[in-house]
Structures are given as C-alpha cells and as structure tokens.
C-alpha cells in the first residue's frame, strides 16, 4: 500500500500529525509564509512545516496535535514542527485510529494507525469510537465506582487488565467486567 505524500498543498486536507514544540526565540527570523483565518502562521520547508498557532488538536478538518512539555498548549502562542512524512490521513469514519495508555501518569490519548510506533495489537476504531472509548478508559483510571460489585484483589492490577482488554478487543466494557461478578 503506498501513503500519500503530503506537502505544503495538501497537507491541510483532512490530516492527523503530532507536531513538535520548537524553541520560537532559536527562529526569530523565520519567514512566516501563510497566515490562516484563525490566526495561525505557517513556514514550509522542503521537508516539512513549522507552526505558530494558540489552538492544538482539532483544526478545521484536522486533528493536529503539539507535544510540548506543557500540559495545555492552547493557552498561548505555540511553534511546532512536522515532517511531511509526519502526516497521515484523517476523517470521521474510518478506522484510523487506536489508543493509548500510559498508567503511570494515567493519561490517555489516541493514535494513527501510520504511526510506525503502532504494533498492530491495539483494535483500530473510527474517531467517534475512539472518543468513547478513551472516556470510559478515564472513567476506570479515575474513579472506582465502576468496581464496586467486582470481585478483585488489587484495584490497580484489575484497572490495568481491563483497560488492555479494553484496547485489544472490540467488546464492550461492561462484558470485560462480567467475568469479575
């Protein structure tokens, strides 16, 4: 299956990408080639784009994410950076999408299935899917109303054996429960 290639034409047209927070004050003379509607600032590259925007994840028709060290990026003006090979396709009803959990931080987010990371286990689910199941995902990670009838030894132990259940089938979470009644 080849990818499609993106580049400063198309890379706009429903994409998913994780951009990179970039130092603004080490491209202070960066020449800034786009500004969008909302504000945002482009500069394109032979190999990729860099970003200026206050507003990360859905963007028109895209989902754009920028990994940075802090935790909400959309409070102000952030530079990013993506490769166009960082780009992948992205729309409401495919399957494009997977989850991830870190249980250490008990954070949750969703994936591409073009992320060379993806290790084909996870079941991949459209956007709507997705979002569903990275709620219920928080739901067990923070409270434990949903364990109440359950018989378990360690809540932690039950929490992470569900939640990988959860992510590498298509049941439902309360038949994932059902076998600790």
Partial sequence: MSLKKYNKTNFHK????????VDATAILTIDWQYKSKSGSSY????????RSSNHWGRAANC?????????????KERVGYAKW???YPNNET????Y??????TKEVTFQHKNNPKYDGKAVLRNAAETAKVIRQIKEILESDAWAKYLDYDDLEVLRKEIITDYLTTNKKFIELKKRFF
């Avoid at 495919?94 to 999408?97: D, I, L, S, T, Y």
Wanted: hydrophobic letters at 35%; glycine letters at 2%; one cysteine or more.
């Fill in 99 to 104: 989850v991830e959990v870190n249980f250490e």
């Fill in 14 to 21: 429903h994409t998913f990408c994780e951009f990179v927070e």
């Fill in 63 to 75: 989902r754009w994410r920028l990994i940075s060290e802090i935790k909400n990026p959309n409070q």
């Fill in 43 to 50: 500069c394109f590259t032979d190999e990729g784009v860099y």
């Fill in 85 to 87: 090979t960082d780009f």
């Fill in 94 to 97: 495919e399957n494009f999408f």
